[in-house]
Each structure stands twice: as C-alpha cells, then as structure tokens.
C-alpha cells in the first residue's frame, strides 16, 4: 500500500512510469486536489497528458483548473478536440474564462470551436468584460428564484440547480423581467413553512453590483457590509451572475500588493515576482528611478551653491547622509500612515487639520529626543569635530523632524484633493522634497551660526 | 425627507424631536455597517436614546461594526441589563474581538454580567493568543456524527443551523469529538434520505489549528478556495471554525502592518485618527533612533574619504542622487521579494532564482541610469567635467546593482533567521545601501583622481 501521506512530484512521476492507474486514481481522489496540481505542475507534459487520460473527467477538469498558467496553455495545445470537449464541459465557466484571458488568440479559438452553442455564449459574454470589472469575475452558475415560488417549489429548485451552483448560502429573486427584485438565504427557506411564497420572506433591499464596476470597488463593498455572495446586474437591473466573497481574497490581496508597489516607486506590476518577466519587471521600475534621479539634482543644486563653504569647513559634508535619510525616514513613516489611513480608514481632505496637528506633535517629541541623542552619539565618536558644528546639525534635524512630518501629513492628502493616487504620487516624492528642504536649511544654518 | 437618505444633521434632527417611527424605520432598512458610522458621530446621549428605544437585535447588530472607540463609550455607561441583552444578541467572536480592545475594568465589567455558560465560553475564546487561528474562530456551526441517516442530518441542520455562522458547510465528527469529515448542505439537499453521512462525506479535510497564526489561516484560505475552516486542537477534536469574512479583515489588518514595518514603524493596531500621539510616537521612535544612529556608518564613511572630497568638492554635489538612487532601488527590489514571500510562498531555496533576477534587471536598469546621466549632467551642467560626469555614472551603476542584489537578498535572510521579512526591509536596506554607494563612489572617485588628475 501506498503512503498517500508522503506524496510528492517524485512519487507521482514513479506510478505514472509503472502505469499504476489504480494507485493513481485513488490518490487523486484521496488528496487535496490543490496540493496535487502543485506536484503535477512539476512533470513532464506527456506525463501529465498520461493523467488526464486515466483520471475521471470530473477530476481532470479539478485538476487542470488549479494548474499554473503556463502548464494550462502547454496541455491545450497537446489535447486532441474530444479532450478539450470534456474539459469545458467539467469546469466552471469562471474559471474557464479566468485562464482563457491569459491564452493566445489561436488557442482561444481552439477551444471556443469546441464548446457547445449555450457555452459559446457565455464564455463570450464573459470574455467581454473588461478585465478588472466585476462582469469578469462572476460566476453564472447560481440559484435564480422567482418571486412568486412557493417556498416548497424553491426548495426544488434549489435541489435542481444546487448542485453546480457556485453557492446556495444566498439565492437571488427575480421578477418575470428577470429584474432583481430581492434575496432570500438557504437558511430562511428551510426555516420557512412549505406554502409561504419567496416574495414574503425575501429581503428587498439587496446590495448588488453591476457588471462594470471595478473589482476592488466590490470587494470594498462585500467586506464592509459582511456579504458572502453579491449579486452582479447589467445596467437594467437585470441579474446576470454572482461573485463569492472567496473571489474576493486574490483581489484584496492584489490590491495591497499594488499599494505596496507604489508606495516604493514601483509601477504595478501583475502577475507573480518569479513569473514576471525581466522586461515587465524593468519596465515597472525604471521611470520613477529615473524621475528621482533627476529630481535629486535640485538637492545636488542646492549643495553645489554652498559648495566653496564647505570647502572651508569639509567636516559639514560629512552630516549630509546622516540629516538626509532622517528627514526621509521621519517623511516617510508619517506619509505612510496617512497613505493607509486614506486607504483603510477613509481619512479625507476635511482632516487635513486634526491630521498636521498630530503631526506637529509628534514630531517635536520625536524632534527632541532626535535632538539629545545625536548630541551625545556625536560627543562619544566624533569628539573632535567642534561643537558649532554638531550644534547645527542637530538643530537642523529637529526642524525637520518637524518639516518632513509636515510634509509626510500633507502630500498625501494633497494628492487625495487633486484625485491622484496617495500612494503613487506621494510616497516616492516625500524622500526627493525633504532631502532638498533638508540641505536649504543645514547649509543656511551653517552659514549663520559658522560665520561663513 | 427621505429616511432612506439621510444626513447626519437629519439624523440627529429625529432624534432630538424623538421621532421613535421614523427611527425605528431607518434601524429596520438601513444596513448597521452604515448606521454605526452615523453614530460615531453622535453624543453619547443621542446614542444611548437610540439604544433604549430601538428593537434589541438590531442596535447590537450595529454595536458590532461600531469602532472600538465608540465600543468603549458605551460599554462604559451601560446598566448591567443592558450588557446582559447585548450579549445575547452580539455573536461571541464580535464579543471577544472588541474585549480584547478594552481596558481590564469594562472587560470585569462585561464577564459580570455574562450568564455562567457564556462567560466560560468567552473565557476560552480569550486565552487564544489575538494573533491566533483560535481568537478568530467561532463554535456556532453545524455538527453531524458520522452514523447520522441523512435524514437525521437535515433535521439537526434545522435545529443547530438557525444561529450558525455558515451552514453551507457541516462538520461531521466521530464519538470521540474528533474531526473526521466535512458534507456540503447542497450535497445532502440533493442526495437520498436514507443514505449515511458517512457515504457523503468528504475525508480530505483542510484544517488549521488553535495555535495557527492567523496569518497561516489567511494562506489556507486563498490557496484553497474555502469559504470555511475547521479549527482543531491537538488531538485533531472540531472547537470551532473560521469563516471568509472574518478572513478579510485579517488581510487587511496583515497589510497595514506589514507597510507600516517597511516605514520603519512598529507596528500597532488602531486607525489614524484614533490613535494617540503618544501612541504614533513610540511606534516611530525606535527605529528613527536605530536608523540616525546607524548613519554614523555613512558620516565615518565621508569622513575617512574627506581627503578625497576636499581635493573635488564638486563631488559632494552628486551625493545626495547617489544615495536616492541607491536607496530607491532597494527598496524597489524588497518591495517585491517581500510581497513574493507573503503571497507567492517565495523562499529561501528561491535564493539564487531571485539574485539572478535582480541581477539582470538591475544590470538593465543600470545602463539606462547611466546613459541619461552622462547626457545629463553633459547638457545641464556643462561646468562638469566628463570625466566626473562617467565616473558619478558608473557609481549610479554599481549602487544599482548592488543596491537591487541587497534589496532582494535581505527579506529572505530575514526569512532563514526567523525576522518578519518586512521589518528588514526600507529603512534598513537604505542605510545598508548608503554606506555601500558612497564607499563605491568614493572609491571610483580616487581612482579617477590619481589617475587623470595628478
């Protein structure tokens, strides 16, 4: 007997090459069908062709949705026509047109040559959804309910149409214009005596979304009204599909990843690190490389003014990388929070004061403590630079403590009123700013207290 | 006015003219996500009428989506018969969540007044550590035993499943309380009465445990499509179960902290405006001491060059773009690896995939940084000698791809030595690279002066 518990790649690869079918059936439907595609993704293509052809056509279909891309696009062009009939017919439109997205032309039309008429349609209804909008993303397969069903003829129904249903948690009432007219949950209807009609015990005030509204927006919405299912209408109310809170995750978790993108000067970049391509992931860094290295010559500017000063004195050079990323740490964590507090918590332009009053707070504390520490980091390893000097470079740290916190609070708030995004205008820009801020004052400073 | 519209002065004008109809009205149609809103807003009076008069389950719907702020208030001035109906009605993970918020007093204060039976419950659910799988589970699920008749299932679906977070999905344990499967409610709406659970059920269970990070819970779910989670302890016994929604908040919660650490902030619950200065100050503080102080690396850095930048100052000018570069293309390359390792189970065997990566791209990067310098600073700052101009390039170069090997290197040591992988990102990656781009700057710089100079 074999020990379904130590499965891996490797064990996989051994009983496809023994022809083990009966091991290979069980195994596949003994184990996680997820953790499997993880292992197959790893074999050959005539191994994996080997599988498809032994396993169910249920599970083949299980299993193909869960493979990579990539794999999905190699296996399409071995299947003969009969394969990929089978293939359409065992997955869940939704998924099938999530990976249909990502494939050539030339395999699109393969496939849809395959499909039958009804099928065709709804791929193609599907397909024509832009790509990040809800229409994209919801499923077809759902429990529809009329109106006026009796609650014993909707508990056939549901037994009809259940079972390929994407859920039965939440069911959707329509009139006879299919119109979205209510929702009523499973659990209602057991609850519910056999004779009541649906339209008594649904709810009307349902929260949908139509087809061209934006992923992110949707999943904003089902997470703050707790919704598991929402209903998706085109723009005549008329329901056309559902999105399950599930779904949801991978957009919620894209979105975060876009938002961290920005916040470090990156351009969005979909698609995974170790699957992007150099190109892709070039091309998302460079412009704002390129931006700040030329907007950093305005701080360079500002130094080459001050330069015959500082040939007087060169220990003031030696603070420049020191006050330079405080002042960018100090713009930066406050950015941050404010960037993710407009994100999160939906702080707005009309905070602007509560937002720089905090902000001058905190950064005075911070300021002073920024103030005593350096003093004393300076006394103990650099003892012999004088003490003038080190008096302005603290000075100079405090103030902008103050200056970056400010500014960190603001731009992001700024960008907010002028409809730009938070996260992609204002966090590479704060370092750029600040730094420029942070040399006008050191070397003017300098040049007052020195006597320069 | 339109009571399915209203603003907050409407609002706050029917409860001042105690308009009980009206109100009783909006509570009923509204949904409680949008009514909490309104009450943060509200004095606490106004707030408390709402409560007294309007139907119990529905004001403590809205008591759970109220911030833990406006949670406090009321807890605070609540009699204890009106704590005993709030928890009746508000589900023990929404309980727990917010006690876990409060101070010791009002905690003492709502265990007074819970029922023996719930606040022994509450008990267990607060001994789960908060980031735990445990602190997020509920026990309100449907239980079946694996000799139940189909029949008998569908009844103690009806019987249980009236207060059960999720009942598309029961759970089917053996006499000894143990996980052994798990029938989705459309299987057995669709099957025949007479057949047993055990005949439907599906054996390949994912679970997580009590003691699960609940960022392991977060994973599970993405990676397998659930809607639902089991919970196990360590004898693999069913003591609650996780669903989607309360999955959510987790990822966002996981994201904020993760940001807040690429900032260098420590890490702490509570929104902007809630939380205190003192508060945002501490979180702050530490690494913006840690960071000045490890500057010093880049002032000794300066200082032991000094010879170098007295006999060019020009040199100092470019400083500033050297080590924006530098840091920008750091964090550039940990942004990425970071979020590869919380999302695309990137790992340190990938070590050698990700360096090679970054080292290409950086290579790339790097030219096309070095191109537009040279011909920038050529045609703005014609002063400059080209000789400086390729020498200030060539660093950029070098920073570059160093600065991008470090960045994509570092969160997966982090990894290898157990440190959350965006705590070392940032701030620490930037200081790292600054020292690294001046000792290659400097260095270039006396190689070009002894050489073409003198």
Redo the contacts between chains.
């Keep these: 007997m074999i020990d379904f518990a130590q499965c891996n790649a490797e064990m996989i690869r051994d009983l496809i090459q023994e022809r083990q079918v009966k091991y290979l059936r069980e195994l596949f439907d ?3 069908i ?1 953790d499997l595609a993880e292992m197959v993704a790893e074999l050959e293509v005539e191994e994996i062709m080997f599988l498809f052809k032994t396993l169910r056509k249920e599970v083949s279909a299980e299993l193909f949705t869960y493979l990579p891309n990539d794999v999905k696009a190699q296996m399409i062009t071995s299947f003969t026509s009969g394969q990929i009939k089978s293939m359409i017919e065992n997955l869940y439109t939704d998924d099938l047109v999530d990976f249909l997205q990502d494939l050539p032309a030339n395999l699109i039309r393969q496939i849809l040559k395959e499909a039958d008429q009804e099928q065709r349609s709804e791929i193609n209804l599907l397909l024509s959804y832009p790509t990040y909008s809800a229409g994209s993303l919801m499923s077809l397969d759902f429990v529809e309910l009329k109106a006026e069903d009796s609650v014993k003829q909707a ?1 056939q129904k ?2 009809r149409q ?2 390929a ?1 994407e ?3 939440v069911c959707f009432v329509v009139d006879l214009q299919r119109n979205l007219v209510g929702s009523v949950s ?2 209602t209807i ?2 519910a005596q056999d004779d009541a009609t649906i339209k008594d015990i649904m709810d009307i ?1 349902v ?1 949908y979304a139509t087809t061209r509204d934006d992923q992110e927006h949707v999943a904003k919405m ?7 299912v929402c209903p998706i209408v085109n723009d005549e109310l008329r329901l056309i599909g559902i999105v ?7 957009v ?2 894209e979105e ?2 876009e ?3 920005k ?4 351009i969005p ?1 979909e698609g ?3 699957e992007s391509t ?1 190109g892709e ?2 091309k998302s ?2 412009a ?3 931006v ?3 907007s ?2 305005l ?3 500002i ?2 003014g001050f ?2 000063k ?2 007087l004195i ?2 003031l ?6 006050i ?3 002042a ?3 713009g ?2 406050a ?4 960037i ?2 407009i994100i ?2 939906q ?1 707005d332009t009309k ?1 602007i004061f ?2 720089l009053s ?1 902000e001058l ?2 950064a005075l ?2 300021g002073s ?2 103030f005593i ?2 003093m004393v ?1 300076v006394l103990i ?2 003892p012999e630079t004088d003490i003038t000097v080190h008096i302005v470079v603290s000075v100079t ?1 405090f103030i902008m403590m103050v200056i970056s916190k400010m500014v960190g609070g603001l731009l992001p708030l700024l960008a907010k009123k002028f409809k730009q995004d938070p996260a992609a205008m204002a966090a ?1 820009l704060i ?2 700013i600040v ?1 420029a801020l942070a ?1 006008l004052i050191y070397f003017t400073l300098a040049l007052a207290w020195l006597g320069l | 006015m339109d009571l399915l519209n209203l603003t907050l002065a409407e609002f706050r004008t029917l409860i001042e003219q105690k308009k009980v109809k009206d109100l009783r009205y909006v509570f009923e149609e509204w949904h409680p996500a949008d009514i909490a809103d309104l009450l943060t807003h509200l004095t606490l009076e106004e707030i408390l009428f709402l409560f007294k008069t309007i139907n119990k389950e529905q004001t403590s719907q809205v008591f759970s989506y109220c911030t833990i702020d406006t949670q406090e208030r009321l807890i605070e001035a609540f009699s204890g018969p009106q704590i005993k109906t709030l928890l009746e009605h508000v589900e023990f993970d929404d309980v727990v969540d917010f006690l876990e918020d409060l101070p010791d007093v009002l905690v003492r204060k709502v265990l007074q007044n819970a029922s023996d039976s719930q606040r022994q419950e509450i008990n267990v659910l607060l001994s789960y550590h908060p980031n735990s799988a445990g602190a997020l589970l509920t026990t309100r699920y449907v239980e079946l035993n694996e000799e139940d008749t189909l029949k008998t299932a569908i009844e103690k679906v009806r019987l249980q499943g009236k207060g059960a977070a999720s009942i598309q999905t029961c759970f089917v344990v053996n006499q000894n309380d143990r996980l052994i499967g798990t029938v989705l409610l459309k299987e057995m709406l669709t099957s025949n009465e007479d057949i047993l659970i055990d005949e439907i059920m599906e054996t390949d269970i994912i679970s997580v445990n009590t003691k699960d990070d609940r960022e392991e819970v977060v994973k599970v779910f993405s990676k397998y499509d659930l809607s639902v989670v089991p919970v196990v302890n360590e004898q693999f016994c069913l003591v609650g179960i996780i669903t989607v929604d309360d999955v959510i908040d987790v990822i966002e919660e996981e994201a904020t902290e993760d940001i807040q650490r690429m900032a260098g902030i420590t890490p702490f619950e509570g929104s902007y405006l809630q939380t205190s200065v003192w508060d945002m100050f501490k979180s702050r503080i530490p690494w913006l001491l840690v960071l000045m102080i490890s500057a010093t690396l880049t002032g000794l850095v300066m200082e032991s060059y000094a010879h170098i930048t007295i006999a060019l100052t020009s040199l100092v000018i470019f400083i500033p773009m050297l080590m924006d570069t530098a840091g920008n293309a750091g964090s550039q390359a940990s942004a990425m690896v970071i979020r590869g390792i919380s999302i695309d189970h990137l790992d340190i065997k990938d070590f050698f995939v990700v360096l090679l990566k970054e080292m290409k791209a950086s290579v790339l990067t790097g030219l096309i940084l070095f191109v537009v310098n040279v011909v920038r600073i050529v045609v703005f700052s014609p002063s400059i000698a080209l000789g400086v101009a390729i020498l200030v390039s060539l660093a950029i170069f070098f920073t570059i791809v160093l600065a991008n090997l470090i960045g994509g290197s570092l969160p997966l040591v982090a990894l290898l030595i157990k440190v959350d992988p965006a705590a070392m990102s940032g701030p620490v990656i930037t200081t790292l690279v600054d020292a690294v781009a001046l000792i290659i700057y400097f260095n270039m710089a006396a190689f070009y002066l002894e050489r073409f100079i003198q």
């Design positions: 003994e184990y996680n997820i508990i549901i037994k259940g079972k249903a859920t039965i948690q499973l659990r057991l609850f005030d929260i089902m997470q703050r009204y707790d919704m598991t399950t809170i599930d779904d949801m995750i991978d919620l978790e975060v990843t938002d961290i993108q916040m470090a000067a990156i970049l995974s690190y170790l150099l992931i070039v860094r460079i704002w490389l390129l700040l290295m030329v950093a010559t701080t360079g500017g130094i080459g330069e015959e500082i040939a060169p220990a050079s030696f603070f420049i990388p020191m330079m990323s405080t960018g740490n100090a930066s964590q950015s941050t929070m404010v993710r507090g999160v918590d702080l905070d509560k937002v905090k707070s905190i504390l911070s403590v920024i520490a350096n980091r390893f650099m740290m590479p370092t750029t730094d040399m």
